[in-house]
């Protein structure tokens, strides 16, 4: 028996009503080791414990070579004998990174704590002996037998037993796992359900002693293998028998299941992934940077420990003061321990705090994009999110934008406008409506945009057989759920069409009003009818369209199906008659931006359904490939279609669209919009929200792929005749438009992905139509690959998915779909027109601030620790520092830090108004003006300068006095915090009351720190006293000059 | 039908996952506050001609006149440099400089002459000067005890590892112990005035008020309090081995002798520089009538007892009168006048071309 369970892969035991049994087993934790086998039902996303806190985040803060790095050096400082400074000149920066992360990874958890606990905290009814009794969801442990009421939220992966509805269904709301809105049903086993069910419900349940064998946890959410072993008999379990936490009751009073899965083994946790961490190429290049500037410091040491090497070798040995000291090593031993000091003393130069500043900033910006009040929007209560913390600097820097259309550019929010029946179009698209009279129907909501008195006319003289055909299809191919309020229906949707369709049914008197598994019952025209339904061949992105099979109450088997238009019309029966006026019916719905579906009959014959049934049923037990298996089967039925009518839906533009795309395309912006709809309604939406010029040529088809194929390796130097003959057009305006068929092609052939969008790159924008999720994710991959610049897509479904994860910066709209876009992205808007303030504000200010930041930082840094360098040519090479070691450890925490984190929280170079009057500006971040190679070398070699001038001047100031050391040491330091303050002055253009505060406070926390530490109270072990007349005017006077080199 | 009437019990949840749309009824519209919207009164500063040119020509302006000031006040301080290594054969001191080295017993005495063509009038600082001595060396600068100079027993006792090799001596412990000490300057110099009727005045040289405040007060303590017996004190310690006396024999007045000696305390503060030199004595103008050091000849006697010549050192005896502004330092000077220039020529450069090509800039100026 055993074996046998092992074979059919179900080893997990669940024990109805037997707590003592999975006690036993209860999963236990301490530190980082983990036993038992059933997990309780408490969600731990937090990471540390009081007790595992310090090392777990110490363990993760020195997984950063930087933070590594800087460990080295403070192990290498307590060597004696290579200890150029300190050991706390190090270890204080060191630790201020350490403790500031740390404080941050605490807050984050300790906030994950706070919304575990509430989420443990939810209550929930369990039985007992004396009954149910509410507890909380923590309390739940595998095996126990839950009630769950309507909308409540499902606290545990629950093995459905039964429920108030016939047939114990149920309906659950999937949102938060799938973002699915619309309700799917489950339904409990028959026989759990005919056994437990009646009026005793609790003493059934009570004496309930099943044993469920099923799968180990896994995180696959659409699939479960398991049986039931109850009084004798072994019952199959699949999914649909699973109620998954997470999930929401709806349409149901009370179901009751029990509890298979708790806490981390439930398939929603065990989905949970980790974030792939997105790296900005701004960050690439700092941490390349951060790279050559270690190998230049090794460099240097080398060659530093070379001269130190030399010197004891040529000059020491006559120079028995301090030939005495080095006790008899060789020259090379004395080079190789200055080394170590020289990459001791040099390290400074790695600016370390950088990244915590960095992260610190990242935070505030994304902070301010939450708060920014013009990106509220008031309809859904929701403002801008950043999901992601570390990408606001590539918001700044976006060449293409990729764009969903529907939702999106879209209002997705569906009308039914017009439809075609029998060679007649009803409906116009007048802006101004006169209502319909529509008050005969007592099921009407209104909220119809449809005006054809015409049709209301037919159908209430029941006059024409096909549009109450056409009207039956639409209120009956659909997986519509209704929930009654106040006497009238309410539709649930898993997509706005299928809503938009049933309501604009309902209007004209076809009024679904209810469904079961094996029934739809509708009202037509006040007379209730009643349709068995027999299957029902739900909708993929891939079969594109959906189709029920029912038995109407004449007993006649019908199949209605519904899609989209080529896939419904290639599967008509041969020469229909209206086949000329439908294309053209369809061609005029999309000129009007309208999205068009078919709806089409098929009368089945009996014989016909009794052998396919018999063969789908064969399938679904089969194991293998059920999906295309179905599919197949789906196909066959799926035939010798009678066309019934073409529905008409329209979907607004969002407000703002047209001008926020001018003004992105002014930015500079490649604007592509990639939409699974037909190439004519992506074109004319493209016009409408100003894409495309009305004088626009578009390039299509033929014409496409003659450019393609054409001959030209060298896209850029060698343009070959047709390039160049149409290159006129396209420079003055063109735009690209493909199709899903010929994007496939485009992607095989990589020569061929490389010059599409090189010519797109001359183009001023590009459609791509009837693009499935997978391959709008390829565009995106295309685009990565062949050019250079950051691209984001901009989705608000599912079916963007794909597209936001693949592209460096994702947004998701929060809108109709669902939040599954929103819970993939970067960035969560809730209007298209915000993306002109989060990129040309928000995007164009962050970048700006880094690439300052940054800039600054390396400067201040390694002008800082090159002085170093030049001192070691006056002091025999022995690394000996310029600075006080305080002075080291303090530089870049207190002295220097303020200013430059105010400069990044505050600074504007231009206001917002004028970021959106001029985007022009937006293509500095573009081509990387800012931050890039070049810019980087400057200001590396600017800071060498500015080393050589902070250490010689002085030096040659100084040199015609009785100079000692530590004065020399005092006025450097001096002209360096003088100096970098004065970089900071120069470079901010927005002074805030809190920039003045924060350049004051360090230059007073300069002066103030630097008397005190040389003050004769703290005089005991280390000489810090000699704070004295003569430093100071001189070191006044150094700066002075510096400033005026700094202006220069 | 089967059509379920809403009941409107446990309306929980819906206030799971981050984006809990719709049934969150609170607000979530940010605050529109100046700094969440970033719109923080703020001061612009714009770049323009009328701000930069200005700017270049005062800051010209202002460090030019500087500059002169200082390099007129350097030039108007006298100053005497006079070198006695003694590597020239010719040079007095050369028999000193051959037959030299740390450990010689019999001091060894040279007579350099000199003549002074300008008057010294206010007081004269003399310093000596050391040359291609690496005072900064990093081994160098360690090799001392700053807890045993500030008069801690215990220290005294056991002084710091730093100082090795110079630490103990003859299982005694070294006071001042370590290099910087060891190697502490010890030529004794004299200036005489020659009259000129040949006779030779001896000129007062203050031996005090050489070192730093901060340092004779609080840095350098003698250990034992305020016990005046110094011998006493360092009874239990060995001098240095380059040392000729013992550190509480250095000086004959008590303000003076042991580690708060002057001359010591100079020499502990060490150099920045290969090339320095440290202040020797001051000499005071005594009446106002004379100036401190009248025109004529001068000798110079030196006690030759420390050996530069095995690094190729040069010594040298240094006599100058200070300023407002130190000593003489015609660098500052030229330094200011460099810097005032570039700024004061920029501001021509770019007025120039401000003025040429302006009027293209006017318009965009105005634009922004």
């Known amino acids: 028996m055993a074996n046998s369970k092992k074979e059919r892969g179900v080893k997990w035991e669940v024990r109805a009503n037997d707590r003592y049994f999975h006690q036993s087993c209860r999963r236990k934790s301490f530190l980082c080791f983990r036993w038992g086998r059933y997990a309780d039902n408490v969600v731990r996303s937090y990471k540390y414990t009081p007790l595992t806190f310090l090392p777990l985040n110490l363990y993760e803060q020195f997984q950063r070579a930087a933070n590594l790095f800087f460990l080295l050096i403070v192990i290498l400082q307590c060597v004696p004998i290579i200890a150029t400074i300190p050991w706390y000149s190090t270890m204080l920066p060191l630790l201020f990174v350490l403790l500031v992360r740390g404080c941050k990874d605490l807050a984050t958890d300790l906030g994950r704590r706070r919304s575990d606990g509430q989420i443990n905290r939810r209550p929930c009814d369990i039985l007992t002996p004396e009954g149910f009794k509410t507890v909380k969801w923590k309390d739940v442990r595998v095996g126990d037998i839950l009630q769950v009421h309507k909308d409540q939220v499902i606290p545990a992966d629950l093995l459905l037993l039964c429920s108030t509805e016939p047939h114990s269904l149920c309906y659950v709301e999937t949102a938060d796992i799938d973002g699915e809105t619309n309700l799917k049903f489950r339904q409990a086993l028959s026989v759990t359900h005919t056994e437990l069910n009646g009026d005793s419900v609790k003493q059934n349940l009570a004496t309930f002693n099943g044993i469920v064998w099923g799968e180990e946890p896994n995180g696959n959410l659409h699939s479960f293998k398991g049986e039931l072993h109850w009084k004798g008999e072994r019952h199959h379990l699949d999914t649909d028998h699973l109620l998954l936490r997470g999930t929401v009751l709806r349409n149901t009073d009370k179901a009751y299941g029990l509890a298979i899965y708790t806490g981390s083994d439930s398939k929603i946790l065990q989905n949970c992934g980790k974030l792939k961490l997105k790296n900005t190429q701004v960050e690439i290049l700092l941490n390349k940077t951060v790279l050559v500037i270690l190998l230049f410091m090794i460099t240097t040491a080398i060659l530093l420990a070379v001269g130190a090497g030399l010197f004891e070798q040529r000059v020491s040995p006559q120079y028995d003061v301090v030939s005495v000291l080095q006790r008899d090593s060789s020259p090379a031993y004395l080079g190789f321990l200055t080394f170590w000091g020289y990459i001791i003393l040099l390290s400074p130069s790695m600016p370390m705090s950088l990244y915590i500043t960095f992260e610190v900033i990242h935070m505030m910006h994304c902070l301010l994009i939450g708060w920014d009040v013009e990106m509220y929007w008031e309809d859904n209560n929701s403002p801008a999110q950043a999901r992601t913390t570390t990408l606001n600097e590539e918001l700044g820097q976006v060449g293409h934008l990729l764009s969903d259309k529907t939702g999106t550019l879209t209002q997705n929010r569906l009308l039914f406008r017009q439809c075609f029946i029998a060679g007649h179009i009803y409906g116009d698209m007048s802006k101004e409506l006169k209502p319909l009279d529509l008050s005969w129907n007592r099921f009407s909501c209104g909220g119809l945009k449809f005006s054809d008195q015409r049709l209301v006319d037919k159908l209430r003289e029941r006059s024409s057989p096909e549009c109450q055909e056409f009207f039956t299809a639409l209120a009956l191919c659909h997986t519509v759920m209704s929930e009654w309020r106040d006497g009238l229906p309410h539709y649930q949707a898993a997509s706005p069409d299928e809503e938009a369709l049933v309501c604009a049914a309902r209007e004209l008197g076809w009024v679904f009003l209810s469904r079961t598994r094996e029934t739809l019952t509708l009202s037509e025209m006040g007379l209730t009818r009643n349709y068995q339904l027999l299957a029902l061949l739900d909708f993929t992105s891939k079969r594109r369209r959906m189709s029920v099979l029912v038995r109407d109450p004449g007993g006649q088997l019908k199949l209605y199906c519904k899609g989209a238009d080529i896939v419904v019309l290639e599967r008509l029966q041969r020469d229909g008659p209206l086949q000329e006026s439908t294309e053209r019916a369809l061609e005029l719905f999309a000129q009007g931006c309208l999205r068009t579906l078919c709806v089409a009959v098929r009368s089945v014959p009996e014989a016909l359904w009794t052998e396919w049934s018999r063969t789908l049923s064969q399938v679904g037990t089969s194991t293998g490939d059920q999906e295309t298996a179905l599919e197949e089967i789906y196909d066959q039925m799926e035939k010798d279609l009678t066309l019934l009518g073409v529905t008409a839906i329209e979907d607004r533009l969002q407000e703002g669209v047209p001008e926020t795309i001018a003004t992105l395309r002014r930015a500079g912006l490649k604007v592509w919009v990639l939409t699974g709809d037909k190439t004519e309604t992506a074109v004319n939406v493209g016009y409408a929200c100003k894409l495309m010029d009305p004088d626009t040529t578009l390039i299509q088809g033929e014409e496409l792929r003659q450019l393609l194929e054409s001959p030209s390796p060298e896209v850029k130097s060698k343009e070959p005749e047709v390039w160049i003959t149409s290159r006129k057009a396209v420079k003055s305006k063109a735009a690209l438009v493909i199709s899903g068929p010929e994007l496939a092609e485009l992607t095989r052939e990589p020569e061929w992905g490389a010059k599409f969008v090189a010519l797109s790159d001359q183009c001023q924008s590009v459609l791509c139509c009837r693009v499935t999720p997978a391959q709008k994710a390829e565009v995106v991959e295309m685009v990565r690959k062949y050019s250079t610049s950051i691209t984001m897509a901009i989705g608000d479904g599912a079916n963007d998915v794909n597209m936001i994860k693949t592209a460096h910066i994702g947004v998701g709209l929060c809108g109709v779909e669902g939040s599954q876009a929103v819970q993939n992205a970067d960035f969560a808007l809730a209007q298209f027109s915000f993306l002109r303030r989060l990129l040309l504000v928000h995007g164009h200010w962050s970048y700006y601030r880094i690439c300052i930041l940054l800039r600054y930082f390396l400067y201040k840094t390694t002008a800082f620790a090159l002085v170093h360098i030049w001192y070691s040519f006056y002091n025999g090479f022995s690394a000996q520092p310029m600075y006080e070691s305080w002075f080291i450890s303090l530089y870049t925490t207190l002295y220097t830090s303020l200013p430059i984190q105010c400069m990044g929280f505050f600074e504007q170079d231009v206001s917002d108004k004028s970021c959106l009057c001029w985007p022009e500006i937006y293509s500095i971040g573009q081509k990387k003006q800012l931050f890039n190679p070049l810019v980087l070398a400057i200001t590396l070699l600017y800071s060498v300068y500015t080393s050589i001038i902070l250490f010689f001047i002085p030096m040659g100031i100084l040199q015609y006095f009785a100079l000692d050391y530590q004065t020399l040491a005092v006025t450097i330091q001096t002209s360096v915090v003088l100096t970098m303050t004065v970089e900071v002055i120069l470079h901010t253009k927005f002074w805030t009351k809190y920039s003045v505060a924060a350049v004051v406070f360090s230059l007073v926390a300069f002066f103030l720190s630097t008397l005190a530490l040389h003050s004769a109270r703290l005089f005991t072990a280390s000489p810090k006293d000699y704070f004295f007349l003569g430093a100071s005017p001189n070191a006044y006077s150094t700066p002075e000059i510096w400033l005026t080199i700094c202006v220069t | ?368």
């Not at chain 2, 051959?98 to 000199?114: A, H």
């Not at chain 2, 291609?132 to 360690?142: A, I, L, S």
């Not at chain 2, 000729?244 to 305390?265: Q, R, T, W």
Request: proline share 7%; glycine share 6%; with cysteine.
């Open chain 2, 1 to 368: 039908m089967m059509a379920s009437s809403y009941s409107a019990k446990e309306e929980d949840g819906h206030h799971s996952g981050p984006a809990g749309l719709g049934a969150a009824t609170r607000t979530r519209k940010p605050d529109n506050t100046a700094f969440k919207q970033q719109r923080l009164p703020a001061w612009q500063p714009i770049l323009t001609a009328g701000t930069v040119l200005p700017a270049f020509f005062i800051i010209g302006l202002i460090f030019i006149p500087i500059g002169i000031g200082l390099y007129v006040t350097s030039n108007n301080i006298n100053e005497f440099e006079i070198d006695y290594t003694g590597t020239d054969m010719s040079s007095p001191c050369f028999n000193c400089s051959q037959n030299f080295s740390w450990n010689s017993t019999t001091p060894c005495k040279c007579v350099l002459s000199f003549y002074l063509d300008q008057p010294f009038e206010s007081n004269v600082f003399m310093y000596y000067g050391l040359s291609n001595f690496y005072q900064n060396h990093r081994r160098y600068v360690k090799s001392r005890d700053d807890s045993q100079l500030n008069g801690d027993e215990r220290s005294l006792k056991e002084p710091s590892k730093e100082c090795e090799p110079y630490r103990t001596n003859e299982n005694k412990p070294i006071a001042p112990c370590g290099a910087i000490a060891n190697s502490m300057f010890n030529d004794t110099l004299d200036l005489f005035y020659i009259n000129p009727s040949g006779s030779k005045t001896q000129i007062p040289l203050n031996k005090k008020g050489i070192a730093w405040s901060t340092d004779k007060r609080v840095k350098f303590r003698n250990p034992g309090g305020s016990n005046p017996n110094l011998t006493a004190v360092f009874k239990d310690t060995a001098k240095p081995v380059n040392w000729h006396k013992p550190v509480y024999e250095l000086d004959s007045e008590a303000d003076n002798n042991g580690f708060i000696n002057e001359d010591f305390i100079v020499w502990m503060r060490t150099a920045a520089l290969p090339t320095f030199r440290k202040l020797y004595r001051i000499i005071q103008k005594n009446n106002n009538m004379t100036p401190t050091l009248p025109r004529g000849n001068y000798s110079l006697e030196v006690t030759y007892n420390y050996p530069v010549r095995s690094f190729e050192g040069r010594k040298r005896v240094i006599l100058s009168t200070i300023s407002w502004m130190g000593g003489k330092n015609p660098f500052l000077g030229i330094a200011y006048m460099t810097v005032g220039s570039i700024c004061f020529f920029l501001g021509v450069v770019l007025l120039f071309i401000h003025h040429k090509y302006g009027n293209r800039n006017n318009s965009s100026d105005i634009a922004s």
